[in-house]
């Protein structure tokens, strides 16, 4: 990516900013422990963070830790599997709430545990028998219903079949997702109108524990019907619900024509930004530019940003080895960090994982130096506009409003922008890198040239 430093007087480029929403940082706090995320409470408030999404709230398999375990719903009645129990998470979202940081819930609805042989009573007659030899314990456990007696029967799934085709709208959102070599599946639930009650029941259930949002977890397996019955306008309001669709694109892809575009039509509902995600990829990927980041939306590589989670990795990404390809060099994800914790719009979503996957990657990264200086500068210019005032292959250069200015190179060489300042910055006044809690700006004329250093973020606030 060696380019030579160039240096520009580009006419400028602006993003309007049609509807500002609370662009609030979310932290992921992948498969933790309830009661990890209730002892660091205060530590992620004073981080800057406003909400946190936390492992499915339901009974799962306790005795295996394997996060993927928490998406095997064994009954959404009560909560217990190898991450807590009703009482810990209802500790976790009065300690987060009592700091003002919300709590999103990660759901599961469109499918129950492929366990048991392919069985389809759940949560099945041992599981029963568990539940009557210790009702105190499991009683302090339910969210709703009654536990001496099953939740769901094979009238409550479609029929046993298995995704064939991907491409296939009604197969991928009415057959099973099925492992191979004679894996029957996960049981797909049936939008019948018992199905349909329980899980309004879980939803409300959770949001009067003092749950603030959902993410949908597979929204892409589930029929626009089948969100709209469940999701009520009581359930919705004041909740904050995205689904996960997974797309290789925007506008032009397939995922995104045939699953996401028609969800985001058909529900009101928040959706993770895949397409702007690619769009990053492919921006800091060899061959790419940076000024296709000037306003991705405009051609269809991005969602409306008051619908849009952004993030540069989910747990997606690197736990499923069909997206491992979509892995980013460490530095290109530091500087799309930069970007999509400085631009205007979307909700920018912090993964920071439990499994220790990829030598511990990903660890910790809530706290990494560089993302709570990020946080910092996010939360700083909440509600302020962007205008993009230079761009070329290599680097991005954008303010927003007075109040913050954002430089991204990825190149290996240094580049230089020279802008117009008036009316665009505050004149004597110390503009300090949040990044690097130095490389001052100084503006004091109509001109000024931005020097960005090779492979460098540059975040500034004024003094």
Known sequence: MGKASLTFTLALASIASVQHASADAILHAFDWNYSDVSAKATEIKNLGYKAVLVAPPLKSNSANSAWWQRYQPQDIRVIDHARGN????????????????????????????????????FPGSAAISTYNSNTTYWNNQKLFGDLTQGLFGGYDFNPANCISDYNDVWQVQNWRLCGGSGDTGLPDMNPNSWVVTQQRNYLTALKNMGVKGFR??????????????????????????????????????????????PYLRDTDHKAYDFPLFHSIRNAFGFGGSMSSLVNPQAVGQAIDSFRAVTFTINHDIPLNSGFRSWIMDATDEKLAYAYIMGRDGGKPLIFSDSTGTDTNRWVNAYKAPHI??????????????????AHNSCAILFRRGEEGMVGINKCTSQQNFSVNTNNRFKWYRNYRDVLTNNALVYINSSSYTFALPARTARMWLPE
């Open 86 to 121: 009703k009482q810990s998470f209802q500790t976790m979202v009065n300690a987060l709430n009592a700091q003002g940081v919300a709590v999103y819930a990660d759901i599961v609805l469109n499918h129950m545990a492929n366990e048991r042989n392919g069985a389809t009573d």
């Open 216 to 261: 949908v977890d597979a929204a892409k397996h589930m029929t626009a019907y089948h969100l709209n019955q469940i999701f009520t306008s009581t359930i919705k309001t004041n909740m904050y619900v995205f689904g996960e669709i997974i797309t290789g694109g925007g506008a032009g892809n397939l995922d995104n024509d045939r699953f996401l575009s």
């Open 372 to 389: 709570a200086a990020m946080i910092r500068f996010h939360n700083t210019v909440q509600g302020q506009g962007m205008e993009v005032l």
